[in-house]
Nanobody, 115 residues
Framework: QVQLVESGGGLVQPGGSLRLSCAAS????????MGWYRQAPGKRRELVAL???????NYADSVKGRFTISRDNAKNTMYMQMNSLKPEDTAVYYC?????????WGQGTKVTVSS
C-alpha cells in the first residue's frame, strides 16, 4: 500500500503559477512511476504528466511547455510546477503511483484558475 497526499492547490488568476506536491508514504517511492491526473467538472479524469523511476517524463499536449513534473526520491515527494495557468486548467488534480500493475491515488487537490 502507498498513501499519497497532495497539496498546493488553490485559486490563481490566469497567467499565474502554482506548485503541486505529492508526498508518498513508502520508502520504495523511487521504484514507482508517478503521475498527475486531473478531472474537471463533468469531464473524465485525464493524464497530465508522468515521471518514471528513471526520471523520464511525458506530458499531455495541453500542458507542454507550461507544466514541469519532477520528483525528489530522498523526500518521497513528487512535484508539478504549473506556469501560465489558463481557466481550462481548472480541475481537481490527483497524484498517482503505479508499479507492477498496481495503482494508488491521492485524495486530490483543487486548482481554480479564474479572474
Amino acid at each position: 500500500q502507498v498513501q499519497l497526499v497532495e497539496s498546493g492547490g488553490g485559486l490563481v488568476q490566469p497567467g499565474g503559477s502554482l506548485r503541486l506536491s505529492c508526498a508518498a508514504s513508502r520508502n520504495s517511492f523511487n521504484s514507482y512511476t508517478m503521475g498527475w491526473y486531473r478531472q474537471a467538472p463533468g469531464k473524465r479524469r485525464e493524464l497530465v504528466a508522468l515521471i518514471t523511476s528513471g526520471g523520464n517524463t511525458n506530458y499531455a499536449d495541453s500542458v507542454k511547455g507550461r507544466f514541469t513534473i519532477s520528483r525528489d526520491n530522498a523526500k518521497n515527494t513528487m512535484y508539478m510546477q504549473m506556469n501560465s495557468l489558463k481557466p481550462e486548467d481548472t480541475a481537481v488534480y490527483y497524484c498517482n503511483a503505479a508499479r507492477y500493475g498496481s495503482q494508488y491515488w491521492g485524495q486530490g487537490t483543487k486548482v481554480t484558475v479564474s479572474s
